[in-house]
């Protein structure tokens, strides 16, 4: 089975910094998705950044980036020049064959102004 | 365009009693997904449906959990009869197709005293 951890239950950022967020799975499958949720306080989650396995090429999203290494099963975050409006839980997710998503634990992230 | 909506926000029940969560996918979106989040821990995968039929309901815990999406529209799940364990953040999460970004709702926090 899939299984996606993410090891740092919490992090903190300097406004204006940068901060990256740490996402490994564990899967048998050569093609799949990963994707990065924000859910800010009180509010839905969205999706922040979706990555293809198949891509060598790392996804960004205006601030957002990620740095994929398939070999070592490894999906960070980056988030540069960090807004008070990025503080929120974030979910690194795989999809795979099925479809169905697996969820890694999140990562509470502050930002200090 | 409307997002996917959940209702009720908050739900606030003692062991043994029954209650329902409601979700209101994206309008146009054959496929719904539910999750549920316990305390601290990761988002989990409950089932899936297109349309009206379920394509995969591996993730539901126990048979006190049951899920409808009649007219394959908007969905239920039912909890009868609540457990403590129940407790959690249910989400919903709808998309065009299984191959597609999947959005979510706000999710319902359950508290089951």
């Known amino acids: 089975a899939q299984t996606v951890t993410q090891s740092q239950p919490e992090m903190s950022v300097q406004e204006a910094e940068t901060v990256t967020l740490s996402c490994t799975y564990d899967t048998s499958e050569s093609d799949y998705y990963l994707f990065w949720y924000k859910q800010p306080p009180s509010r839905q989650m969205i999706l922040v950044i979706r990555?293809?396995?198949?891509?060598?090429q790392n996804a960004t999203e205006n601030r957002f980036s990620v740095n994929f290494q398939k070999a070592a099963k490894s999906f960070s975050l980056k988030i540069s020049d960090s807004q008070l409006g990025d503080a929120a839980m974030y979910f690194c997710?795989?999809?795979?064959?099925?479809?169905?998503?697996?969820f890694g634990a999140g990562t509470r992230l502050t930002v200090k102004p | 365009e409307a997002g996917v909506t959940q209702f009720p926000s908050h739900s606030v029940i003692e062991k043994g009693q029954t209650v329902t969560l409601r979700c209101d996918p994206i309008?146009?979106?054959?496929?719904l997904y539910w999750y549920r989040r316990v305390m601290g821990k990761e988002i989990k995968f409950l089932l899936h449906?297109?349309?009206?039929?379920?394509?995969?309901e591996s993730g539901m815990p126990n048979n006190r959990f049951l899920a409808e999406r009649t007219g394959g529209t908007y969905s239920t799940l039912k909890v009868q009869p609540a457990e403590l364990e129940d407790s959690g953040v249910y989400f919903c999460?709808?998309?065009?197709?299984?191959?597609?970004?999947?959005?979510f709702g706000p999710g319902t926090r359950l508290l089951v005293l």
């Open positions: 449906f297109v349309k009206e039929s379920k394509q995969d």
């Open positions: 309008s146009g979106h054959d496929n």
């Open positions: 999460a709808s998309s065009q197709d299984s191959r597609t970004t999947q959005y």
């Open positions: 997710a795989y999809r795979g064959f099925n479809n169905d998503m697996r």
């Open positions: 990555q293809e396995a198949y891509k060598q």
